[in-house]
């Protein structure tokens, strides 16, 4: 069936296999984003078509024409979500529909064709199904689910391109920062930008994270883990981390982070914070918080904590800020009381150790 909401995938399973043996070597400490399970997702897309050919087949390179679009003009969106597994067995994802809904949205601003959201979430069940035995046990581990979609059309002409390829992967993964939950330290950049009022700031493309590597690539040399970006306009307001949203915590029990103003990616994580807290009854604000105040707010006492969240970092705590003009620590640069409990609700929920009145959690085996 093609053009529809629903497909049909073709199962081929992978011929050879990770053995066991290896593939447990592997996941006994798989960092981020460096180990890969044995099978891909591919569905393509062409107008007038629509989107046909859905497979999960054995991970192997992708040939491509050298003209392909997507290497000249970066037509290309992402997304990044969990599986986890369940203390009976079982297999569950974290609110795969937010990230469906995302995807069509990031695609729409890049001009590309909307994936419906029913096959984004089948690809994800189907490829889950066949790598299950890939899905870590441990505490921090999970399986990270690496949806895409690229302009695969052979054409030099600068235009929305007619042809692209969907596809997952997936990589077991344990703490996305080496230093486990650590303390983080981020680097505010003096010099570049990531994302302007009308441009691509809400969209998960990979365009953005080209742009933000010489900014990454500044903080780690001023020793620090992550960048933190400045709105465009006036280098004044914090908009968020290269990889991650960002809150703070103030003593006066408010949980505040940047509101969404189409510069930031509108995070899932964000979101579920957001509702987490505010059900704590914490103070929840959605507002502009400028670098001087953050500074002002972390030299007075006033701002107790300030954590970073997102699907690969979950929440992280910050414990100090570096800028060209100096440095300063958020409560004396230890994980504080209420991010770490956000941390511990957040991750119970997400692994069914707690209720999930919201119904973010999704069953999948
Ligand atoms: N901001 C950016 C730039 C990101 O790359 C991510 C990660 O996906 C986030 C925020 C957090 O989004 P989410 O919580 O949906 O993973
Ligand atoms: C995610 O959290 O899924 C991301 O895409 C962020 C990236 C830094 C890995």
């Not at 069936?1 to 399973?13: C, H, N």
């Not at 999960?56 to 997304?79: G, K």
């Not at 010099?191 to 080209?210: E, L, M, Q, S, V």
Request: hydrophobic content about 45%; aromatic content about 10%.
């Amino acid at each position: 069936m093609s053009g529809g909401d629903k497909l049909d995938f073709e199962i081929r399973p992978n011929p050879a296999p990770v053995s066991a043996t290896d593939r447990a070597a592997l996941l006994v400490n798989p960092g981020f984003g460096r180990v890969f399970t044995d099978h891909m997702v591919t569905v393509r897309y062409a107008d007038g078509k629509g989107w046909y050919d859905a497979r999960v087949e054995a991970r192997a390179p992708i040939p491509m024409d050298p003209a392909s679009a997507v290497l000249h003009y970066a037509q290309e969106i992402f997304e990044g979500l969990k599986a986890y597994r369940t203390a009976d067995g079982g297999v569950t994802m974290f609110r795969p529909d937010a990230n469906a809904a995302r995807f069509v949205a990031s695609a729409q601003r890049m001009a590309m064709p909307a994936l419906p959201p029913e096959v984004f979430i089948d690809s994800l069940h189907k490829l889950i199904e066949v790598d299950r035995e890939w899905i870590p046990t441990g505490a921090d581990g999970s399986l990270y689910l690496r949806p895409f979609m690229f302009a695969s059309e052979v054409f030099l002409g600068v235009r929305p391109a007619n042809e692209y390829l969907y596809m997952v992967i997936a990589s077991p993964v344990g703490a996305y920062f080496s230093g486990g939950v650590k303390p983080v330290t981020v680097w505010v950049s003096p010099d570049y930008t990531r994302a302007a009022p009308g441009g691509t700031g809400a969209a998960k493309c990979g365009g953005n994270y080209a742009a933000s590597l010489a900014a990454q690539a500044e903080a780690i040399e001023a020793g620090c883990d992550q960048v933190v970006f400045l709105d465009a306009v006036e280098r004044r307001f914090v908009d968020e981390l290269g990889g991650m949203n960002v809150f703070f915590v103030y003593d006066d029990d408010t949980v505040v982070t940047p509101p969404l103003t189409g510069t930031i990616l509108p995070g899932i994580t964000r979101d579920a914070v957001l509702t987490l807290a505010g059900a704590a009854g914490h103070r929840v604000e959605e507002r502009p918080v400028t670098f001087a105040d953050w500074q002002a707010d972390a030299a007075s006492g006033r701002l107790r904590e300030v954590f970073a969240c997102g699907t690969a970092a979950v929440i992280t705590p910050i414990g100090g800020v570096r800028f060209p003009d100096g440095e300063f620590l958020i409560g004396g640069g230890e994980p504080g009381r209420v991010t770490m409990a956000l941390r511990q609700q957040l991750v119970d929920i997400q692994r069914g150790k707690a209720d999930d009145p919201q119904g973010w959690v999704r069953r999948v085996l």
